[in-house]
């Protein structure tokens, strides 16, 4: 059975920060891992952090939509291959949702494995947000 996990985060800060928070290479790299990633539809990219013997340490993906500054959509490819996309809407008043879909999760299991990761790795880009 697939299972998909969909998230929801608010942010007190403008569209184009949180789309370059997304988006950029550099950014990328402070709050999840190093990377080559480039907003280019067709780009094949890298996560990359330290191995562990359960993991190669790399995540594998390919860009599938750039529509600036509103969706971004793009393969994971760890172990399985994972759809990870991404849509902005601006609120008004300085604040930004920013929702997450990832689709293609083999089991429930993953799925909350997923949800662990992101939720940690936002913490980090509310951080990064602060920082730009």
Do not use: C
Request: zero cysteines; proline letters at 2%; glycine letters at 8%.
């Amino acid at each position: 059975m697939m299972a998909e996990l969909s998230l929801d985060f608010q942010f007190t800060s403008s569209i184009n920060k949180v789309w370059n928070a997304l988006t950029d290479s550099d950014t990328l790299a402070k709050w999840i891992m190093e990377n080559d990633f480039k907003p280019v539809v067709g780009h094949r990219f890298q996560f990359r952090t330290q191995p562990t013997e359960w993991w190669s340490g790399i995540i594998d993906g390919e860009v599938l939509i750039v529509d600036a500054p509103n969706r971004l959509s793009y393969t994971w490819i760890s172990g399985e291959e994972h759809t990870v996309t991404w849509t902005l809407q601006d609120l008004g008043d300085g604040k930004v949702n920013l929702h997450l879909e990832q689709t293609g999760i083999s089991n429930a299991q993953a799925a909350e494995g997923a949800k662990y990761g992101w939720t940690n790795w936002f913490g980090e880009f509310e951080k990064v947000l602060e920082e730009m």
